[in-house]
């Protein structure tokens, strides 16, 4: 058992699919329950690396179902809670359980141990996916990362400091966010981990594309899916998306369509949180290919699967303003104001500039007219409070075009 644990380590280390075939081999070796139940820790690390978040989840609760309640064990079975809650909320169907167990952490105390860090980053997330403002998320990120212990040998680009680093992001602070993904790459490259490496790049690439950093945001997403290895999900939907927007805003709509080429998406990963993210990529696509219907399709279902999944912040993902503007070239003016009033609503609500500036600019775009117009400036002065470069970028083209 011993030698199987290890061979698992140093295959998850390397990208290796059979790190969990060994893991589980190991299981069936040991007798002693809270050795089983440390199995399943690491079992449910190496499958939460490979954004395989319910067999994940499933492994940190077979976990706690080794262990009785004592002294003892306590930081192994905090370590279990907060593996399970970081992947249950990533899935819509135990979403809501692991948000309810989250939020009986919510008056800890300031975090002393590394594992109270990721149940601090954890709660930043959570936080910082609602319509509320980012102050108390930008603070539990922040703590939660202080001192780099998130990434040390034992958490290194593990989900909460990804949740961490990723809850600064939907506070709009994407200079931070890009600043922390790029800290998690270079641990990555000292420790030789292949996946810490790849999810970090993945999500650095989301803060750079909307900074307007296309090219690198392009580069680190490429990255992210060279380093894939068989039967991991870490270059799946989210390495997709960003490839693709990329490659959009960079003029290459071909490649954004073979970045997107994925028959299997649906099946292999709708229901899963990153899938939102290939959704809005591909209706972004779609409408430039002049299937705006299909666009409009996969924005209500990105829509959808935010809802089950109780995202409300539109920083996360601006779908109902993107699909305000499909159902104006449809027709449905009526359907687009309700979708951006909604918008805006929320976007308020959440106190982003960047957020309010992209629903005034869908807005401005239906309205037209003096009033329209009126939105338009409004946007960019919204968005120019924001680090969201690139849709400012785009709101003062249509600003000029509607000056002209």
């Given at each position: 058992?011993?030698?199987?644990?290890?061979?698992?380590?140093?295959?998850?280390?390397?990208?290796?699919?059979?790190?969990?075939?060994?893991?589980?081999?190991?299981?069936?070796?040991?007798?002693?329950?809270?050795?089983?139940?440390?199995?399943?820790?690491?079992?449910?690390?190496?499958?939460?690396?490979?954004?395989?978040?319910?067999?994940?989840?499933?492994?940190?609760?077979?976990?706690?179902?080794?262990?009785?309640?004592?002294?003892?064990?306590?930081?192994?079975?905090?370590?279990?809670?907060?593996?399970?809650?970081?992947?249950?909320?990533?899935?819509?169907?135990?979403?809501?359980?692991?948000?309810?167990?989250?939020?009986?952490?919510?008056?800890?105390?300031?975090?002393?141990?590394?594992?109270?860090?990721?149940l601090f980053g954890t709660l930043a997330f959570e936080l910082s996916v609602r319509a509320e403002p980012p102050a108390e998320s930008v603070h539990l990120a922040r703590r939660a990362l202080e001192g780099g212990f998130l990434l040390s040998d034992n958490v290194a680009g593990g989900l909460g400091f990804i949740s961490a680093a990723t809850a600064l992001g939907y506070a709009e602070l994407l200079?931070?966010?890009?600043?922390?993904?790029?800290?998690?790459?270079?641990?990555?490259?000292?420790?030789?981990?292949?996946?810490?490496?790849?999810?970090?790049?993945?999500?650095?690439?989301?803060?750079?594309?909307?900074?307007?950093?296309?090219?690198?945001?392009?580069?680190?997403?490429?990255?992210?899916?060279?380093?894939?290895?068989?039967?991991?999900?870490?270059?799946?939907?989210?390495?997709?998306?960003?490839?693709?927007?990329?490659?959009?805003?960079?003029?290459?709509?071909?490649?954004?369509?073979?970045?997107?080429?994925?028959?299997?998406?649906?099946?292999?990963?709708?229901?899963?949180?990153?899938?939102?993210?290939?959704?809005?990529?591909?209706?972004?696509?779609?409408?430039?290919?002049?299937?705006?219907?299909?666009?409009?399709?996969?924005?209500?279902?990105?829509?959808?699967?935010?809802?089950?999944?109780?995202?409300?912040?539109?920083?996360?993902?601006?779908?109902?303003?993107?699909?305000?503007?499909?159902?104006?070239?449809?027709?449905?003016?009526?359907?687009?104001?309700?979708?951006?009033?909604?918008?805006?609503?929320?976007?308020?609500?959440?106190?982003?500039?960047?957020?309010?500036?992209?629903?005034?600019?869908?807005?401005?775009?239906?309205?037209?007219?003096?009033?329209?117009?009126?939105?338009?400036?409004?946007?960019?002065?919204?968005?120019?409070?924001?680090?969201?470069?690139?849709?400012?970028?785009?709101?003062?083209?249509?600003?000029?075009?509607?000056?002209?």
């Amino acid at each position: 058992a011993i030698v199987l644990i290890e061979l698992g380590r140093a295959e998850a280390r390397v990208g290796r699919e059979s790190a969990t075939e060994h893991l589980e081999a190991a299981l069936d070796l040991v007798p002693d329950p809270e050795r089983r139940a440390a199995i399943c820790y690491e079992l449910g690390q190496v499958l939460g690396a490979r954004g395989r978040f319910e067999h994940a989840s499933a492994a940190f609760e077979r976990g706690l179902g080794e262990l009785a309640p004592t002294a003892d064990n306590r930081e192994l079975r905090l370590e279990l809670e907060a593996g399970w809650i970081s992947t249950a909320r990533l899935v819509a169907t135990t979403r809501d359980a692991a948000a309810a167990r989250l939020e009986r952490l919510r008056r800890r105390p300031a975090p002393s141990t590394s594992i109270e860090r990721v149940l601090f980053g954890t709660l930043a997330f959570e936080l910082s996916v609602r319509a509320e403002p980012p102050a108390e998320s930008v603070h539990l990120a922040r703590r939660a990362l202080e001192g780099g212990f998130l990434l040390s040998d034992n958490v290194a680009g593990g989900l909460g400091f990804i949740s961490a680093a990723t809850a600064l992001g939907y506070a709009e602070l994407l200079s931070e966010a890009a600043r922390a993904f790029s800290d998690a790459i270079d641990r990555a490259r000292e420790r030789g981990s292949v996946h810490d490496y790849a999810r970090a790049s993945v999500f650095r690439a989301f803060a750079n594309h909307r900074l307007g950093r296309v090219q690198e945001a392009i580069a680190d997403a490429q990255s992210a899916m060279e380093h894939a290895v068989e039967g991991s999900e870490v270059a799946g939907p989210a390495a997709h998306a960003a490839l693709a927007q990329g490659l959009i805003d960079a003029g290459d709509l071909a490649g954004a369509e073979h970045a997107l080429d994925a028959p299997e998406a649906a099946t292999r990963w709708s229901g899963s949180a990153p899938y939102a993210y290939f959704l809005e990529a591909r209706a972004r696509l779609r409408e430039l290919r002049g299937d705006v219907p299909g666009a409009l399709d996969d924005l209500l279902e990105c829509g959808r699967l935010l809802g089950l999944l109780r995202v409300t912040n539109p920083a996360v993902i601006a779908w109902r303003a993107h699909a305000g503007l499909a159902a104006l070239h449809l027709g449905d003016r009526d359907r687009a104001l309700e979708l951006v009033r909604d918008e805006e609503r929320l976007a308020r609500a959440s106190a982003r500039p960047g957020a309010l500036g992209t629903a005034h600019r869908a807005r401005g775009l239906i309205e037209g007219g003096d009033h329209g117009l009126a939105l338009l400036e409004r946007a960019t002065a919204e968005l120019g409070r924001s680090e969201a470069r690139l849709e400012r970028a785009r709101a003062l083209a249509d600003l000029g075009s509607a000056l002209r």
